[in-house]
């Protein structure tokens, strides 16, 4: 009885813990992350001039996810495309650091890096852990 008991603490206090996840929810968490700056900055592009200084919270997050995918194991594909979005990301920032603010530009670097978080925002719920 006294094991019956423990086992059924054990797993209403372990909750799903003892569930193995589909996939890395904080992987995941900050490639949306990523995504959703991407996309207020693509929204931006239009209505305001975008300056380096703009770029520099979608840098930070872009370093976290590409941080984050470095040091998981067997996840070369996902950071491969994680770093290229924070390069295009510096680039961007260099850019606008000796070029007037151009909307043509602005948008069409947005919509590749978007379309590259996408394609990862797909994969990552393909992966097992």
């Known amino acids: 009885m006294k094991t019956l008991i423990v086992i ?3 797993t209403v206090i372990a909750g799903c813990s003892l569930f193995p996840q589909p996939y890395d929810n904080n992987e995941y968490q900050n490639a949306v992350n990523v995504y959703v700056e991407l996309e207020a900055l693509r929204v931006s ?3 305001k001039i975008v300056a380096p200084q703009d770029l520099q919270g979608v840098l930070i997050t872009s370093r976290v996810f590409k941080t ?3 040091f998981t194991p067997d996840n ?3 950071n491969t495309v994680a770093e290229t979005v924070h390069d295009d990301i510096l680039e ?3 850019y606008y650091t000796h070029t007037p603010h ?3 530009y ?5 919509i590749l890096m978007i379309k590259k978080m996408e394609a990862i925002l797909e994969v990552i719920p393909q992966k097992t852990r």
């Not at 602005?106 to 947005?110: A, L, N, P, R, V």
């Open 8 to 10: 059924i603490l054990s």
């Open 45 to 47: 592009c239009d209505t």
């Open 68 to 70: 984050y995918t470095k």
């Open 76 to 78: 070369d594909a996902v």
């Open 92 to 94: 961007m920032i260099s």
């Open 102 to 104: 151009n909307a043509k």
């Open 106 to 110: 602005c948008e069409i670097k947005t």
